[in-house]
């Protein structure tokens, strides 16, 4: 599932708003066609993906696991050196697709959104386990930040942190299936954006969110 493309790259939400790299364009690589570079991009996010869930779900040789850490350094000394300021960085910074670029939480697949609300699914790999088939509880408040800070940063909206996150876990959330998440604005006063976020396995809640956002004044980093 991991390794699929992106169905359709998502429109109107997470985008953070007026940013250098946004006004700039997305950021790719200079010179390359930033929506084939995206695609690309995407592939390796997934495969990235797709590599942790099986590194988790694994039991190597002695020589395999040799083998895989020297390939690993080899990748890592090639690319240190092609190291860019956070401002022009992909990992992360893709809003158009779906997971973002990144590895880091597992990817947000986006089904519908508007302006206060979106709806969604997530699948949670091997890496994520915290036991007994069990997603990880720090694994949970992570694609709920993801989520409400997408949505409290999206439209037209000045960008805004979380000052809160509170999570209740109301049943084991499993490693494996598509779960459906939804997330939705709850109020917004002055700098301040309360939200909401569900995850349920079918009928059954598995977590629920609240969060504060508060917009950043001039000069907040
Ligand atoms: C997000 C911008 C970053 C830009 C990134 C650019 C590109 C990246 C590209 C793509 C990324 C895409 C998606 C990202 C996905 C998720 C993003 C998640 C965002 C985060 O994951 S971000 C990291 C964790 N986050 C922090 O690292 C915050 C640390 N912190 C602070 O930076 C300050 O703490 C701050 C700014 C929050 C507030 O500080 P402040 O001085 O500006 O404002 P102040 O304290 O006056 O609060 C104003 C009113 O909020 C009330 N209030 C405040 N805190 C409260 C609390 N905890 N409980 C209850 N009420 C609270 C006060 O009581 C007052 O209320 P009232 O006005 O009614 O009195």
């Not at 995206?38 to 395999?64: C, M």
């Not at 973002?100 to 089904?111: N, Y």
């Not at 890496?127 to 069990?134: D, R």
Request: proline letters at 8%.
């Amino acid at each position: 599932m991991t390794s699929q493309p992106n169905p359709e790259p998502h429109k109107g939400f997470g985008d953070l708003g007026e940013r250098p790299w946004k006004a700039a364009g997305l950021p790719a690589h200079p010179g390359a066609d930033p929506a084939a570079y995206g695609r690309s991009w995407e592939t390796l996010a997934n495969a990235l993906s797709g590599f942790l869930d099986a590194l988790a779900e694994s039991v190597p040789g002695r020589e395999t696991v040799e083998a895989l850490a020297a390939d690993l350094t080899t990748w890592s000394d090639k690319l240190k050196p092609l190291a860019s300021p956070e401002r022009d960085r992909v990992f992360g910074r893709r809003t158009d697709l779906h997971g973002r670029g990144q590895s880091m939480s597992p990817k947000l697949v986006v089904i519908r959104s508007d302006r206060d609300s979106v709806e969604g699914t997530v699948h949670f790999g091997s890496y994520f386990l915290g036991g007994n088939g069990a997603v990880h509880g720090g694994a949970i408040p992570l694609i709920f930040d993801e989520i409400l800070g997408r949505l409290a940063n999206s439209a037209d909206r000045p960008p805004s942190r979380t000052a809160y996150l509170h999570t209740d876990f109301r049943s084991i959330t499993p490693i494996g299936p598509d779960l459906s998440i939804r997330a939705w604005f709850v109020s917004e006063e002055g700098r301040k954006r309360i939200l909401r976020a569900t995850i349920h396995h079918g009928d059954t809640l598995c977590a629920e969110a609240e969060g504060l956002f508060v917009a950043l004044r001039p000069g907040q980093p």
